[in-house]
């Protein structure tokens, strides 16, 4: 607890600040409602898995250990798709590389347990002195390491490093005392005020970072709380204490993370954190010699002592530090860095994680949660020489088409909910400078040179990402009383096929070209020609409901010019009661198109309109072979569609006809229906016409971001 707050007006009302949110009481605290709106989650470590979507792995201060998705099921994540799996205060988690269903985590003083998380059986696996052995001294924050080299071995700290490679089963200690072991930093039992407090957090002189060469697992290193950086050579045989190597480094400095360089053996990166003696610099390293000599990292531009660092996968040069207030990130290995200021506050980054296959940046906050950068693609190509172009065009990751999914939920407003990163390629690029006078706008083209899309291009300077969901414009649906029921993916264009796009991005008279790869769900289970059958079917459907809307469009208006004529006339008239016949007989017509009669939108009348896009809507919600019922209804509702036209045809041939020989007799405009083309250039860029009362909001299909 570490706020309290009473209402000087009614006492009965109290707030309650903790490690685990905020909680209020209205009758003098015998019940607390916890105020689930405020995303304050205080992290130590993440890691991920490889399901997909992946889930991240995490400890809480004082509130245990959890499992949350990247993504959740109908587009947000919320609080119920986590699910605890450790106690106490939570600091490292991982789960099994080989069995996503085992996951390791640990708790103050280096409580390590193995769980199952499908029958959440725990097995307790902390090591514990043999005989003649002193006492293990565990950090508060002990460090747990899978190996990246095999998944069966995992690493914890003590002041020795322990290594098992059955899952914990058995710990084999290959170090000495690493720390200093200085007895003068070891007196945590005579620690407290008035009691006693001895909480495990008072221990020092510990291992507190753990890390593995993944191009070598002989080499191995470990940092310590008391400013030791030790390094082995021959898997922990021998070990060499190469912190006093680091220039302008202040003896005794807590070693806060030690990264194995991924691309060579001998290099590793380190940041040192000594705001607890008063030292509030920022110090981060790098070797390239197994320690023997050091490069400093840190510039002016950074602020906050440094927690975590971080290389990149892929690029060498790209990387990532994590300080006490926010992200900063290198793209010239260290030589300048700039905050990471898209959408993350000045909040203290407390580990960082690279997802391998997805590209994804993870990120573990003291007082803000998890955040994901999604898709680190466009920084890995962001060099010095782009940084100087104009406008660079970087690439994205490929884009997979998310299996359609939707949950009929009604949680209220008491909850944050994070949303699902968005369903479409990205095409991205870097702008040198703002944008300011002219166009700025990205077309997307398909293998034919088809325009396929145009949106709205950001024009913020740095990198600038624009959303394409995959998918053509929403289709064309005559406006009518009655809403669409059966499927949202009625108000949604068709997708288009996987394969290859490119991408122009045009600014002013200068034109740049990229490309974006889109491909089916990995999950997916539909067989390439299931894809196309639902694609031929659906595009028909998708040009029916545009000739349906355009015979409507045209009923309509020459209902609506037939009644404005007819106004302008005398009671009694013959002409007039020949437009007013043929008006009639128009919206007699039109009742067999759309949905007219009483009752609003949930009215449940359906006709030619309703029909078809309740057909549309079911056919392009599944990625899959449509339904037998489904593929028949094209002959159906394709037969009455062409008797549709061939009766507008009719009408106008016929009776609107008549009518216009008559208005020419009187010198009088004739009635006039627009041409398909005209229509089309016209209004048939009009998209999904819904009834004026909605019960539901619509988000937007495609986004312009600036990072």
């Not at 740095?462 to 009518?480: E, F």
């Amino acid at each position: 607890h570490h706020a309290l707050w009473i209402n000087p007006k009614n006492p009965s009302e109290m707030l309650l600040g903790t490690d685990g949110g905020v909680y209020m009481s209205y009758s003098q605290g015998r019940q607390w409602h916890h105020m689930g709106t405020l995303p304050v989650a205080q992290f130590y470590h993440v890691s991920y898995d490889m399901a997909r979507p992946y889930r991240v792995y995490g400890g809480l201060q004082d509130n245990g250990s959890w499992s949350g998705p990247s993504a959740g099921l109908g587009g947000t994540i919320q609080n119920k798709d986590w699910f605890n799996i450790g106690g106490g205060d939570g600091f490292w988690a991982y789960a099994d590389a080989a069995d996503p269903d085992i996951v390791y985590a640990e708790s103050q003083g280096g409580e390590i347990t193995r769980r199952r998380v499908s029958t959440g059986e725990e097995k307790s696996i902390k090591p514990m002195p043999g005989a003649g052995d002193p006492p293990y001294r565990f950090n508060w924050n002990t460090p747990i390491q899978t190996s990246p080299n095999d998944p069966k071995t995992i690493y914890l700290g003590s002041q020795f490093l322990f290594r098992s490679r059955d899952r914990g089963d058995s710990w084999e200690k290959i170090s000495p005392d690493l720390s200093t072991n200085d007895p003068k930093k070891q007196q945590q039992m005579k620690s407290g005020g008035l009691t006693v407090d001895n909480s495990s957090a008072e221990n020092h002189t510990t291992i507190f970072t753990i890390g593995e060469s993944p191009k070598n697992p002989q080499v191995i290193w470990a940092g310590t709380d008391d400013g030791n950086l030790q390094v082995t050579r021959d898997g922990g045989k021998s070990w060499t204490n190469v912190a006093p190597n680091a220039p302008g480094l202040p003896k005794g400095t807590w070693v806060s993370c030690v990264e194995a360089g991924r691309f060579e053996e001998g290099t590793a990166f380190a940041t040192f954190d000594g705001h607890q003696a008063g030292d509030m610099k920022t110090y981060v390293y790098r070797t390239a010699d197994f320690g023997k000599t050091w490069k400093p990292l840190a510039r002016d531009a950074i602020s906050g002592y440094a927690h975590v660092v971080r290389q990149d996968l892929v690029n060498p040069d790209l990387l990532f530090l994590g300080t006490e207030y926010g992200l900063y990130v290198s793209v010239d290995g260290g030589g300048r860095w700039a905050r990471f200021t898209g959408k993350l506050p000045k909040v203290a980054v407390r580990d960082i994680a690279i997802h391998p296959r997805d590209g994804d940046l993870i990120l573990a906050t003291h007082g803000r949660g998890v955040y994901i950068v999604d898709d680190l693609t466009p920084l890995r190509k962001l060099t010095r020489q782009a940084l100087d172009a104009d406008l660079v065009m970087l690439p994205s990751r490929t884009a997979a088409m998310a299996i359609p999914a939707s949950v009929q939920d009604f949680p209220g407003d008491d909850e944050y909910v994070a949303f699902n990163p968005d369903e479409a390629a990205t095409i991205t690029y870097y702008l040198k400078k703002r944008h300011i006078f002219g166009d700025l706008k990205v077309e997307i083209y398909d293998a034919k040179g088809q325009l396929l899309s145009t949106l709205p291009g950001g024009k913020r300077r740095g990198i600038n990402r624009v959303s394409w969901p995959m998918r053509l414009s929403p289709p064309k649906l005559p406006p009518a009383n009655s809403l669409v029921i059966g499927s949202q993916y009625a108000l949604f264009g068709p997708r288009v096929l996987p394969g290859t796009y490119t991408v122009k991005l045009i600014q002013g008279d200068k034109t740049y070209t990229s490309q974006v790869e889109i491909v089916p769900d990995p999950r997916s289970s539909h067989s390439a020609q299931d894809r196309a059958t639902q694609h031929e079917t659906v595009m028909t459907l998708y040009g029916m409901l545009g000739r349906l809307t355009y015979v409507a469009d045209t009923v309509k208006s020459l209902e609506d010019s037939a009644q404005e004529r007819a106004k302008k006339l005398p009671a009694g008239d013959r002409l007039r009661r020949q437009l007013e016949t043929l008006a009639g007989s128009l919206e007699t017509f039109r009742a067999t198109l759309v949905a007219t009669g009483p009752g609003g939108w949930l009215s449940g009348e359906e006709q030619l309109r309703e029909k078809m896009a309740k057909v549309y809507g079911g056919v392009n919600g599944y990625d899959g072979r449509p339904t037998q019922s489904q593929i028949d209804q094209l002959k159906v509702l394709g037969d009455q569609l062409t008797k549709a036209e061939a009766k507008l045809n009719s009408i106008q041939s016929g009776e609107v006809a008549a009518v216009n020989r008559e208005l020419a007799t009187r010198k009088l405009e004739p009635l006039k229906a627009k041409s398909r083309e005209e229509w089309e250039k016209q209004d048939g860029k009009r998209t999904a016409a819904l009834p004026a009362f909605l019960p539901f909001t619509m988000s937007p299909l495609a986004a312009a971001e600036n990072d």
